[in-house]
Nanobody, 124 residues
Framework: QVQLVESGGGLVQAGGSLRLSCVAS????????MGWFRQAPGKEREFVAG????????YYADSVKGRFTISRDNAKNTVYLQMNSLKPEDTAVYYCAADPSAHYSTRSDKYDYWGQGTQVTVSS
């Protein structure tokens, strides 16, 4: 089992920045593919960004490319999502997820472990 705990969400004005953190505990975190997803009210959960086990490969949704950066520190069992130039449409609950298969996927059903989510609200 892997437990994931997100933090760093909050209220920010459009154009501002936030950094989300996801701390993992339990089984070997360093071998997992890690992803960030988000879900806005009335919408499906969507892929935001993903990161390979060694941080060598990163993947982003088109809507956040160039504004968000995903990174990981395996020594701290932590994954980060740096969010810059935030827009009101970025408002959502953001979730950290782990895939033990270590394969890239934008499908939420491919991830076995999820955090509880952290709310990000961007005001216009």
């Amino acid at each position: 089992q892997v437990q994931l705990v997100e933090s760093g969400g909050g209220l920010v004005q459009a154009g501002g920045s936030l950094r989300l953190s996801c701390v993992a505990s339990g089984r070997t975190f360093s071998n997992y593919f890690m992803g960030w997803f988000r879900q806005a009210p009335g919408k499906e959960r969507e892929f935001v960004a993903g990161l390979s086990w060694n941080g060598g490969n990163t993947y982003y949704a088109d809507s956040v490319k160039g504004r968000f950066t995903i990174s990981r520190d395996n020594a701290k069992n932590t994954v980060y999502l740096q969010m810059n130039s935030l827009k009101p449409e970025d408002t959502a609950v953001y979730y950290c997820a782990a895939d033990p298969s270590a394969h890239y996927s934008t499908r939420s059903d491919k991830y076995d472990y999820w955090g509880q989510g952290t709310q990000v609200t961007v005001s216009s």
